[in-house]
């Protein structure tokens, strides 16, 4: 496009430095940190068919699932720029039981703590689907100088200072918020830097998408099933029925809703009363993201970033999407609409 000028991740970081007076480049350090470690990642991903990358590390993690060898491989390399940016002073990871502090007089004065699903969606990784990074960044509130302790990891998501994702797919992004818009990097290999691709990302208020394990269904809350009826019904005025569409992979499944439209509800079943998702490092960081593209994130009855952690790997039903899909599901399961 003639007149077009490429705008770098590290650029957009830097010209929007001044968003956080408060941070004097400190934060803008960590995100390219988060940036160089996605880039990697990426790199193992794309080779994994390759290389000896594929299928299980022989160990659980704490939610008792087979880690992936590219989970464990992408768990480190977050760790360690992380640890490099000499910003971040601990890690809270789906990958480990407990919270990972670090030590040196530079990490202990670190004013951030980072969040993450270092490989949602790791069960498609032998089968070539989509899968990503989640991350979520707080400002601690234990003292400077000293270890990071649990309490600045239970912290509510409304007071997280940024949240992101990367999807690895058929091109590479980055979008992440900072809680002043939503904003989407494409990766260009040729240059091997993220690119400004998608300024400002709204989501639609309506959508024609559901994304849900229908193999679930008779499971889910009497709510659910009733909006899947609806979700299936003909109606031209609310161009009904909408289309089924569930990759199994959180990152995947929101980043289409969140440019076309959609909604995705992963609600408590009778085998998983309290859902199955975490709070922490999987639905405050995407909540967040949904809020600050006109969206909308709750687990049925409160909004997801109100929840107070009183875990680190809590897990809570999760519905998020386009507003106007969230209100309705919300008034299937609160009021029995019928």
Do not use: W
């Not at 049925?300 to 507003?323: A, D, N, Y």
């Amino acid at each position: 496009m003639k007149g077009y000028k490429i705008k770098t991740l590290t650029q957009f970081i830097i010209e929007r430095q001044a968003d956080f007076p408060f941070a004097t480049g400190e934060f803008s350090r960590l995100l390219y940190q988060v940036g160089v470690a996605a880039k990697v990642i990426n790199k193992k991903v794309n080779k994994a068919g390759l290389v000896d990358i594929l299928g299980e590390a022989g160990e659980v993690n704490v939610q008792g699932e087979e880690q992936k060898k590219l989970d464990v491989f992408a768990n480190y390399q977050l760790i360690q720029a992380l640890k490099s940016s000499g910003e971040c002073c601990g890690v809270a990871s789906e990958e480990d039981q407990e919270i990972i502090t670090f030590d040196n007089d530079l990490e202990r004065d670190g004013n951030y703590i980072f969040c993450m699903d270092p490989l949602d969606g790791s069960s498609n990784i032998d089968v070539n689907v989509s899968i990503g990074t989640i991350f979520s960044i707080y400002r601690r509130i234990s003292p400077r100088g000293e270890k990071a302790v649990l309490e600045d990891f239970l912290q509510e998501g409304t007071k997280q200072i940024a949240a992101g994702y990367i999807i690895y797919g058929s091109s590479t992004m980055l979008v992440y918020t900072t809680g002043r818009g939503v904003f989407g990097f494409t990766l260009d290999s040729s240059i091997g830097e993220f690119c400004l691709s998608h300024m400002g990302i709204q989501t639609p208020e309506n959508g024609a998408i559901y994304s849900i394990n229908e193999g679930n269904i008779g499971k889910f809350p009497d709510g659910v099933k009733k909006y899947i009826g609806y979700c299936q019904e003909t109606d031209k005025e609310t161009n009904r029925p909408y289309s089924g569409r569930y990759i199994g992979s959180l990152v995947a499944d929101f980043h289409r809703n969140l440019l076309k439209g959609g909604i995705f509800i992963y609600p408590q079943t009778a085998s998983a009363p309290n859902g199955k998702l975490r709070l922490i490092y999987e639905c405050n960081p995407i909540a967040f993201l949904a809020e600050q593209a006109g969206g909308k994130a709750t687990n049925g009855t409160e909004r997801i970033l109100e929840i107070k952690p009183h875990s680190l790997h809590q897990r809570v039903p999760f519905i998020v999407g386009s507003k106007n899909m969230v209100d309705k599901v919300e008034s299937f399961l609160n009021n029995g609409e019928e």
